[in-house]
């Protein structure tokens, strides 16, 4: 059998259409590889000149200028870096996939580290061809007594070298735009890619546009200053300080000028960290402009110093992109595939960092600023709920920290409340979730000295539920669905016999009034003895009700039985009335009247009526006031 081993070999015209295709989704990438690119050139030469290897002649302010020319369509970039000898474009254009930035950085290894350094596979470049007919490069090596070389390719299959004119050290990179990439000469649209990618580039970064010469604009040309360029970046970004010598002031000129947002963060982290794994960045809590607004955050990623996307979730954990930040990891292996960094045992360290960080600095604000963190907690709670359902080890470092706002205003912790709350409800929390809608129960509540705590945002249904499947001892009872017996009158000597006919006789009389066979009736003894009935649904259909809501958009009560259950109060004066009156022939129409309207007032402050209820309940009132002028 013959035998043959050996390297596939690239053939560049069959995979170039690939790179060009499927490398980069979006167009604006080639500006990324090639600012990149000099960058990389100018770290390389920075580190050589450190080393002693490389002599600067006094030339170390380090720049790299972008310049579209309308007239010529074309682009450049420009930078002062390494350069490039005959031999290196040869090695490192030549030849796709061979980086010179891997190479650099194997040949360099023990004297220095990756730091800046943000190449590695040897396409970048090759990405000018997404928009270009023709490139050109024009380079000088630092390297004493070498010549510069010019490299020009049409396509990108077939290349010229030969030699340049350029004098000085550096790269320039000339761009012949094609027809259907000539937005890339618009100037606002370059400044923007270049502002998105490398307002905080190590390097100066100018941006220059010779605009198409007019007769009139050479005229007004002629009196005019040269302009005066002002890089468009900030090359030391407040995450790469040392969080002791920043302000607070610092920290929030940054939150506006990096998120646009004019409100002020309430708090943020500061993450600095070398050590196992290189990690910088700031992360802030905004706050919510409006009660109802849900949390919508912005993590942009950074690769040192370059912008790479926002909310990348296989790096970042989901919950943590409700928060707005910058976070910079030059460790990370950006350049292969999504699904592989999901996987990758260092985001997941990464991940597990930023966890561990927001959930100390959470802690530590309630250990020791108790009074801002009930003020911040309004705007942080989502947040906090969101990312205790969505990673454990989350809730498990912040679960003793989850306040509660309650109906006295104050806030507490679950253990507060149950720990106070333990005579009258073990084991319960008892809670209101629309505070107008239930209004009637909190007062019922208040005047009892009772008190629930408020669960009122979209995330706190999910909340009760996940808490109760942590802590299965504790449950959560909305304040409607159970009468507590310290809202009870306590009754002594009752007469059981006459209890039981008070009651058969109330359910037949609101059956028959309402023609509602299911009804659902109690009476009771309440010391609020201003109220005449109210409305108690059970928690757990009400719960099936609503989630059949949520999910299906259709109402299944008939499905788990409609649970809501009319109590009556036999204190209360229109009650007892009720009672003398109930079993006389002659007021048998205004009984069923009252009945009627007992029930729709219960029902009003438990829940907002259907329109066909609301027109009746407003046409019997009128009834009922007109009757009373008649008397
Ligand atoms: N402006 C420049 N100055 C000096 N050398 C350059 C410049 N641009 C490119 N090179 C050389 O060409 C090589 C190939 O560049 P290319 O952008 O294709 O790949 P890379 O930067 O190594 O990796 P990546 O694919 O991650 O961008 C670089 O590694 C570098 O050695």
């Known amino acids: ?284 809590f905004p706050k919510l402009k409006h009660e109802f607004e849900t949390m919508e955050g912005q993590i942009k990623l950074y690769y040192n110093q370059v912008f790479v996307a926002d909310n990348i979730k296989e790096v970042i954990p989901e919950f943590l992109m409700l928060l707005k930040g910058v976070l910079d990891c030059p460790d990370l292996p950006l350049n292969v595939s999504r699904s592989f960094l999901q996987n990758d045992g260092y985001v997941n360290k990464i991940s597990a960092h930023i966890t561990k960080k927001v959930a100390d600095k959470l802690t530590s604000i309630y250990e020791n600023d108790r009074e801002n963190f009930n003020k911040y907690w309004d705007d942080i709670n989502p947040f906090v709920k969101y990312g205790c359902i969505r990673e454990t080890k989350f809730y498990d470092r912040v679960k003793d920290i989850v306040i509660y706002k309650t109906t006295n205003g104050d806030y507490v912790s679950q253990n507060e409340y149950l720990e106070r709350n333990k005579e009258k409800h073990e084991n319960k929390v008892l809670y209101v979730s629309d505070e107008r809608q239930q209004a009637q129960y909190i007062k019922l509540f208040k005047d009892n000295g009772m008190e629930a705590v408020i669960l009122s945002t979209m995330i706190d249904n999910h909340f009760i539920s996940f808490l109760e499947s942590k802590q299965t001892e504790i449950k959560f009872l909305r304040i409607d669905s159970d009468l507590s017996e310290s809202l009870k009158e306590k009754e002594e000597n009752v007469d059981e016999a006459a209890s039981k006919e008070l009651q058969e006789s109330f359910e037949k009389l609101f059956k028959d009034a309402l023609g509602n066979d299911k009804l659902k009736l109690k009476v009771e003894s309440l010391k609020a003895v201003g109220v005449p009935g109210m409305i108690l649904l059970d928690e757990h259909s009400r719960r099936m009700q609503e989630m059949s809501q949520r999910f299906g958009g259709f109402d299944m009560s008939h499905m788990f039985g409609n649970e809501e259950t009319l109590v009556l109060n036999k204190n209360n004066d229109l009650i007892k009335k009720v009672i003398n009156i109930k079993d006389k022939d002659d007021r048998k129409d205004e009984v069923k009247l009252i009945c009627e309207h007992i029930y729709d007032l219960a029902m009003m402050s438990h829940k907002q009526l259907s329109a066909e209820a609301m027109t009746k309940f407003i046409e019997r009132s009128n009834m009922l006031l007109t009757r009373l002028v008649e008397v």
């Open 1 to 284: 059998m013959m035998h043959e081993s050996g390297s596939i070999s690239i053939n560049t015209e069959n995979i170039f259409p690939i790179i060009k295709k499927w490398l980069y989704s979006e167009k604006d990438i080639f500006v990324r590889e090639l600012v990149s690119n000099s960058s990389d050139a100018i770290s390389k030469l920075k580190k050589l000149s450190t080393i002693g290897e490389a002599d600067l002649d006094g030339d170390d302010k380090w720049q790299i200028r972008v310049v579209v020319n309308k007239e010529e369509k074309t682009m450049q970039i420009i930078d002062n870096g390494i350069g490039m000898t005959f031999e290196e474009v040869g090695k490192y254009i030549n030849q796709i996939a061979f980086s010179g930035a891997k190479d650099f950085l194997e040949k360099y290894k023990d004297k220095t580290d990756e730091g800046q350094i943000i190449g590695h596979f040897g396409l970048g470049f090759y990405s000018s061809f997404m928009v270009s007919d023709k490139v050109q490069i024009d380079t000088l090596s630092f390297k004493k007594d070498e010549k510069a070389v010019r490299w020009v390719s049409t396509g990108g299959m077939d290349y010229e070298m030969g030699e340049s004119d350029r004098t000085s050290r550096g790269t320039t990179i000339t761009l012949f735009l094609s027809e259907d990439s000539l937005e890339f000469l618009d100037s606002f649209k370059v400044r923007e890619i270049l502002e998105k990618y490398f307002s905080f580039l190590p390097y100066e970064v100018y941006f220059d546009s010779i605009e198409e010469p007019s007769a009139q604009a050479e005229e007004a040309e002629k009196d005019k200053e040269p302009k005066e360029l002002k890089p468009i970046n900030d090359t030391n970004p407040l995450w790469l300080k040392n969080p002791k010598d920043c302000t607070d002031e610092e920290y929030k000129e940054f939150y506006r000028k990096v998120f646009h947002d004019f409100n002020e963060p309430l708090f943020w982290i500061h993450l600095n960290m070398d050590y196992p794994f290189n990690l910088r960045g700031i992360l802030y």
